[in-house]
Each structure stands twice: as structure tokens, then as C-alpha cells.
């Protein structure tokens, strides 16, 4: 039990560099439904706090009472919505993360790892299936192409898209059949 503690507050101390991320992050851990997070881990509420959303309130639980008590961090709805189909691959990847902050429970065997959710909304389980199938399906043609470019920061991919174009520029020049 521990050590998927220490493998989730881990995660949770990623911090996210691009605002695009930390929205996104912000996105996984509202995915299991509702406007704001409910949950017994601090590092989660620690996350959502510091992904922008108001502080965290003790719910549940009577003061002194020995049953374990959940934060709530209650979360502003966003001007604009996340979609998972216009998202670069790091904000994918910042999604992932919050669901698995904020539904996700990890536990380790000798059998292997073992990671599962939990949803409020039955619905939000086909989303994400759907969502980690065309993902791997994406990543599969990475082999046919001959340049992968990574937009995990703006100012790195446009000057990789500009090395690619010189070296197609130059090699197309030097090919004297080349129409």
C-alpha cells in the first residue's frame, strides 16, 4: 500500500510547465464528473489546488471523529472546454495523469502492477477506453513516417518543422532529377 502511495505522490508532484498542461491535468482530475474533486490522498487536493482550483475543505467527518474524512477542492468552470481530439501529446499525457490522481487506484503484486478506476459516471469509462485505443492507434504509424515532431513546447517544434524543411530544401537541391 505504501509504495502506490509513493508511486501517486510522485505523480502528483509532476508540475506541469506549459498552461496547456496544467489545464489539461486540471481536466483528468474533474474526469470522473462533477465540479470539483473529492478525495481522501492530500497530494491530489495538493494537485488541484496548484492546477488553479479554490483551497481545499475537509468533508465528511465529524471534528475529532476517528473515520477518515475526504477534501474537497471545488473547481471554476473553464471559459473554453478540453477536447482530447484537438490536444497535443503532452496534454494527453497531463490528462492521464489527473485521472489517475483523481479515479485512479494503484496497487502492486508479484503478479505485476494493477491500475484501476472509479467513476462516478458509468459513461466515462467507454470515454476513456476509447481515448487510450486511439492514442496506441496514433502511436503505431509512428514508424511510417520520417520525422516525429514532439509539441511539448511551441517555440522547440517550430524550429524543428524549420530543420526539417531546410533539410528537404537542401537534399531536394542537390537530387538534380528531382522535379
Sequence with gaps: ???????????ARIEPALACCRRAELEGLLFQGGSGIRTLDPSTA?????????????DGAERGSATRHHLAVMVPQADLP?????????DRRAFMRGVVLGSGSLS??????????????????GTLRR?????E??????????????NKDFDVARQDLQAIIRVER??????????
Excluded at 505504501?2 to 505523480?11: H, I, P, T, Y
Excluded at 503484486?109 to 462516478?120: A, C, I, K, Y
Excluded at 492507434?137 to 514532439?150: C, G, K, L, N, Q
Excluded at 537534399?171 to 528531382?178: G, I, L, N, S, V
Aim: glycine share 6%; aromatic share 10%.
Design 108 to 125: 502492486f503484486s508479484t503478479s505485476g502492477p494493477h491500475v484501476e478506476f472509479v467513476f462516478r459516471r458509468p459513461a466515462r469509462a
Design 1 to 11: 500500500m505504501r509504495f502506490a502511495a509513493d508511486v501517486k505522490g510522485e505523480l
Design 46 to 58: 495538493r494537485v488541484a489546488m496548484r492546477l488553479g482550483a479554490g483551497p481545499a475543505t475537509r
Design 82 to 90: 478540453w477536447r482530447w481530439g484537438a490536444a497535443a501529446d503532452c
Design 170 to 179: 537542401l537534399r531536394k537541391a542537390r537530387t538534380p532529377d528531382t522535379p
Design 131 to 135: 481515448r487510450l485505443a486511439s492514442a
Design 137 to 150: 492507434e496514433e502511436i503505431s504509424h509512428a514508424p511510417e513516417f520520417d520525422y516525429v515532431i514532439i
